[in-house]
């Protein structure tokens, strides 16, 4: 079992920037087995989407609208992944949830609101 807990979500004008943060934890044999680690949004009434996703050697795969202004990064030793998020716009608004790809299953976060305010 691995557990996710996410951080760094808020309210924030458009224009501004956030950091989200997510660890993981579990034992080791579960941390050892996560493959990608990514973050997806879900927006009030719409599906969970893809934000963002990198892969254990740092390939990373972004959605168009979020292109250029965020950037995923990971940290292998801390079992940490985060999401810098810039130039946020309204529609950046929703539930960020992390995701850890592991063995024969993926887990998710709680999620962490993020409110862009125009």
């Known amino acids: 079992q691995v557990q996710l807990v996410e951080s760094g979500g808020g309210l924030v004008q458009a224009g501004g920037s956030l950091r989200l943060s997510c660890a993981a934890s579990g034992s080791t044999r579960s941390i050892n087995a996560i493959n990608d680690m990514g973050w997806y949004r879900q927006a009030p009434g719409k599906q969970r989407e893809l934000v963002a996703r990198i892969t254990n050697g740092g390939s990373t795969v972004y959605t168009d609208s979020v292109k250029g202004r965020f950037t995923i990064s990971r940290d292998n030793a801390k079992n940490t992944v985060s999401l810098q998020m810039n130039s946020l716009k309204p529609e950046d608004t929703g539930v960020y949830y992390c995701?850890?790809?592991?063995?024969?299953?993926?887990?998710w976060g709680q999620g962490t609101q993020v409110t862009v305010s125009s």
């Open positions: 995701l850890a790809d592991g063995y024969r299953r993926d887990y």
